[in-house]
């Protein structure tokens, strides 16, 4: 095998890694461009780390809605802030 062939290899297992760590990643805190970045550069260890990693806490849509009405209903936001808590929380669905 020639030096450029194997830069190339070791190019293409980056990227490989890198993308399977991208698409892993943002579904975890670490998020996609880091987990991307460490699995280029550490490849099958980087998506170890990138799996072993906390995974986001994804609360239900209307879990949040009831929080926010709890905290409406008990004066702790004001109605203008829960309009715009709710908006917020419809914009991410």
């Known amino acids: ?3 450029s ?4 290899l ?3 297992h980056g990227l490989v890694f890198g993308v399977a760590c991208y698409f892993i990643g943002a579904q975890r805190e670490i998020g996609p461009i880091a987990s991307g970045f460490i699995g280029f550069v550490l490849g099958s260890i980087g998506l170890i780390i990138v799996l072993v990693s906390t995974r986001k806490q994804v609360i239900p849509f209307n879990v949040q809605l009831q929080y926010y009405k709890q905290l409406l209903d008990n ?3 004001s109605e203008a802030e829960y309009n715009h808590l709710k908006g917020r929380l419809i ?3």
């Open 10 to 12: 070791i190019v293409v």
């Open 75 to 77: 004066g702790t936001i």
């Open 91 to 93: 914009e991410q669905q």
């Open 1 to 3: 095998m020639s030096v």
């Open 5 to 8: 062939q194997v830069i190339l």
